[in-house]
């Protein structure tokens, strides 16, 4: 047996409520998870028929516990906005939170939406944003009930496919599938002790090579001493130093002078200045010969 959908209530409104208002109630809702939050739906009344279209949020709302309270500077918000952004609309009803205690409408709710939303069309929104569950609330006759149809209309229907001008997002689930993300490094590493030897080894090799390269491109001199009793060279022992100012340094032994021989020029005799004096070798040459006895 085959049971016909029930109908809906006639005397309940039919209301049709735009995609873009839910997201705005639940993204406001969300963003105050722990308290309630409050606003005005705006939209336009045809006959048994309500039109949902934009909603205004209720700033500076009273939080009290766990209800919501429209104060004077709420309403103040509400109409300025309402007369720039809306001026043909008209206010079809009020939306509030139920963070985490479901959907209803408390004893403080009903009273709300008796003084201020009477009219029999006016309903009543409410969202719990930690179970995402959501349910409107209007008059039926004398009776404030949970309406039983909702209509969701896409104020972007009827657009073509294609028509958007978006164009495809880069890469997709094949590159993500092909690319997996790089799994996390193991926190089990070397042991802290064989870091320590690297370093150490590292730096002692890199004064071995240090010392090398010194030793082969900065050569030192090599001193040698002279036996003159024997005549044989003795090398000096290491750390023998000879400094420019003539001081030599032998380890173990006292620094000593070494004085370096100074080459002798020999000395020209001066010329005789008057070149008639005959040279003293010359004098006694010529006494000799005037003494000795003439032959006959």
């Known amino acids: 047996m085959t049971m016909a959908p029930r109908k809906p209530d006639p005397r309940q409104p039919r209301v049709t409520i735009e995609g873009e208002v839910l997201r705005q109630i639940r993204q406001h809702a969300r963003a105050n998870s722990k308290t309630e939050v409050c606003g005005v739906l705006i939209g336009a009344e045809t006959g048994n028929t309500l039109a949902i279209r934009a909603?205004?949020?209720?700033?500076?709302?009273?939080?009290?516990?766990?209800?919501?309270?429209?104060?004077?500077?709420?309403?103040?918000?509400?109409y300025k906005i309402k007369d720039k952004e809306y001026p043909e609309e008209r206010i079809v009803g009020w939306y509030h939170s139920h963070p985490g205690f479901g959907v209803f409408l408390s004893d403080h709710d009903t009273f709300i939406h008796k003084n201020f939303f009477s009219s029999p069309l006016q309903v009543a929104w409410v969202y719990d944003p930690h179970s995402d569950e959501?349910?409107?609330?209007?008059?039926?006759?004398?009776?404030?009930?949970r309406l039983e149809e909702i209509q969701v209309?896409?104020?972007k229907g009827g657009e073509g496919a294609g028509e958007t001008g978006?164009?495809?997002?880069?890469?997709?689930?094949e590159e993500e599938a092909e690319n997996p993300p790089p799994e996390k490094e193991s926190d089990v590493g070397p042991p802290v002790w064989l870091g320590w030897v690297l370093t150490v080894s590292s730096h002692l090799l890199l004064m071995a090579i240090a010392f090398v390269a010194a030793w082969l491109f900065f050569p030192r001199p090599v001193f040698f001493f002279i036996d003159v009793y024997k005549g044989t060279l003795i090398q000096a022992p290491p750390g023998t130093r000879?400094?420019?100012?003539?001081?030599?340094?032998?380890?173990?032994?006292?620094?000593?002078?070494?004085?370096r021989p100074e080459r002798s020029v020999p000395q020209q005799p001066p010329a005789s200045e008057n070149p008639s004096v005959a040279p003293k070798g010359d004098e006694d040459k010529s006494r000799k010969e005037q003494n000795a006895p003439s032959r006959p």
């Open 55 to 78: 909603r205004i949020p209720g700033l500076n709302a009273a939080q009290a516990g766990t209800y919501v309270t429209f104060t004077q500077d709420t309403w103040e918000h509400i």
């Open 134 to 145: 959501e349910g409107c609330f209007g008059w039926s006759g004398q009776r404030l009930e």
């Open 153 to 155: 209309r896409d104020d």
């Open 242 to 259: 000879l400094s420019s100012d003539g001081i030599l340094s032998v380890p173990g032994y006292p620094e000593m002078r070494i004085s």
């Open 166 to 173: 978006k164009p495809e997002p880069v890469g997709g689930v």
